[in-house]
């Protein structure tokens, strides 16, 4: 018998399931039914696709018992199983990125919901909410030896090899639990069947209880006990099924089941499609984002299904980067059993069914986003719900989905100078003026400004001034898409029926070649009279700048910066910095001033060249605040600050 350790992060999350209270304990029998599932799903797709597994008989089957008296609970399935290898790296250790974040909020929520648990793929440490000792027998197919792993959950584990049975037939595993008093509620044949008909009903194998029905004479006396064997689950793949028969609670059921989620879906889409191509496909729109959506290695969402058999559940090729938030299941009645990883990458059937899924997601999105404007307030409620949670993501489609661009820009929303809560490119189009030509958006995400910040910047104050409607883009991202687009087109019908294309350039108010409509400076002779103050601010920041102008945007405040329309903007610059392109030519701002602002018509009588040298660093570097970007010396900005002020 080998002792071993948890993992430091396992004996942190044993310490919080075991010592905290919970609100949802019974989700521990939904999360040891999805693994048995899972090594039922694995190891029927061996038996098609490798030739090592095609002799093995397998009747796919999950089987849960319980004794009241010894207060345990058995749940067995006749899968894949696991050698001393699996067990140590599968029980043994956690190897999802999110568990840290699952240990953080576990920690800090005062409730302590255990519904987290399936979310961050530490479903199996969850039976330590009902169990103070866990056994786990395991053969894995195609091996000889039987395992036998065994915890309290406290200081470690231990592992031997045993001669007991796993799971029904020649392979497979069997957890049982050692209840504790408040566990010993799940013994019983009631509780179980409720649980897996809330759960668990829609698991793709048979899922038998075995219980003793005890037989009672008329005066209330015990006058037989007999063992019987009942199939608690439905078992049919829901996706196949003719939506005509399903009601709202069996999607929801099937969700919650497939995406380790206690909410029901935000959203749900089930196809079926016949002709060239026959499959099913199921999907389901979260209400929150996933935990590691914005992970590199994030958990890919959809399962892939042929002909009802399990392929894969980890190939990130299913369905689109920007649309990783997608939980479901795609089932094709075209593709070969043994179709690998790398045959799926370059399969033309797989290709097609996946680009004719996200045109029905897009649209699926689409209506909802139209049913916001004419439905009620809980239509409303939804895309605002969705476009929370997920607009991120789908601007990430505008640069990754060139195909469905035209689409994606119609679904993703911004802040504006005009309205409050979110709007588009096509409800700015409706309000613009007449004789408006461009579309104007400000961004500064990636150098940490928020909308508060934007909404307040300098480089608004004209665009204000003359009720012009200016974008407000303030996530991280904004920077690096939106100047990709160009421009925003929108088909509106002609006036002989035909379909016409409008289009009006996107505008960062923070570029150079932006405030053509601002129109002229109020004086014509202002570039004139300032050339003088622009050429002493020019000589003092030296190389810190790629030019000092005359700003036809700014109104009340002296300063502002903005970027060559050749060049990326000062936070972009700052973005492409932090992901490792520090060799990236340094990017100088232009700096522009405010003709009419007392500092900087005070520069005009002055001669002292330390002095302007004070004035002008000043300008320049509160532009730079101003726009959220982190000065390169604030020491020397402070010690030219105090100088003024002395």
Known sequence: MAQ???????????????HSLYSNREIFLRELVSNASDALDKLKYLTVADEAYKTLSLDPRIDISFNKDEKTLTISDNGIGMNETDLIDS?????????????????????????LIGQFGVGFYSAFMAADKIDVISRKANENASWKWSSDGKDGFEIENV?????????????????????????????????????????????????????????????????????????????????????????????????????EPLHYIHTKAEGTLEYSTIFYIPKKAPFDLYNVDYKPG?????????????????????????????????????????????????ANIKSASVKKLLSEFKQMADNAVSGGDEAKEKWETFISQFNRPLKEGLYQDFANRDTIQDLVRF????????????????????????????????????????????????????????LIMDDDIDDLIIPTLHSYRKETPGADGKTETQSWDLKGVNRAGADEELGENKNRDAEKEAKPVLEKIKKALGDRVKDVKLSRRLHDSPSCIVADDNDPSMQMAQMLKAMGQASMQEIKPILEVNGDHPIVMGLKNIDDEDRIADVSGVLLDQALLVEGIKLTDPSDFVKRLNRLLS
Do not use: C
Request: proline share 2%.
């Open 302 to 350: 959809v399962k892939l299904y042929v002909k009802r058999v399990f392929i894969t559940d980890d190939d990130k090729e299913l369905m689109p980067v920007y649309l990783r938030f997608v939980r479901g299941v795609i089932d094709s009645e075209d593709l070969p059993l043994n179709v690998s990883r790398e045959i799926l990458q370059q399969n033309k059937i797989l």
């Open 4 to 18: 071993h350790q948890f993992q430091t992060e396992v004996s942190r999350l044993l310490h919080l399931i075991i």
């Open 91 to 115: 029980l043994g250790t956690i190897a999802r990125s999110g568990t840290r974040i699952f240990l953080e909020k576990l920690a800090e929520d005062a409730k302590k919901d255990s519904n």
């Open 163 to 263: 001669s007991e049975t796993a799971g029904r037939g020649s392979q497979g595993t069997t957890v049982i639990l050692h209840l504790t008093d408040e566990g010993a509620e799940y013994a019983n044949r009631w509780s179980i069947e409720d649980i897996i008909k809330r759960y668990s009903n829609h698991v793709a194998f048979p899922i038998y209880l075995t219980y003793e029905d005890k037989q009672w004479d008329d005066k209330g006396n015990e006058k037989a006990s007999i063992t019987k064997t009942d199939r608690i689950n439905s078992g049919t793949a829901l996706w196949r099924r003719s939506k005509s028969e399903l009601k709202e609670e069996d999607y929801n059921e099937f969700y919650k089941q497939l995406g380790h989620d206690s909410e």
């Open 415 to 470: 802040k504006s100078t005009a309205v409050e809560g979110w709007t588009s490119f096509a409800d700015y189009v409706g309000r613009m003026k007449s004789d408006q030509k461009n579309i104007y958006y400000i961004t500064g995400g990636t150098g940490g400004a928020e909308e508060k910040t934007l909404r307040s910047s300098p480089l608004l104050e004209a665009y204000r001034a003359k009720e012009i409607e200016v």
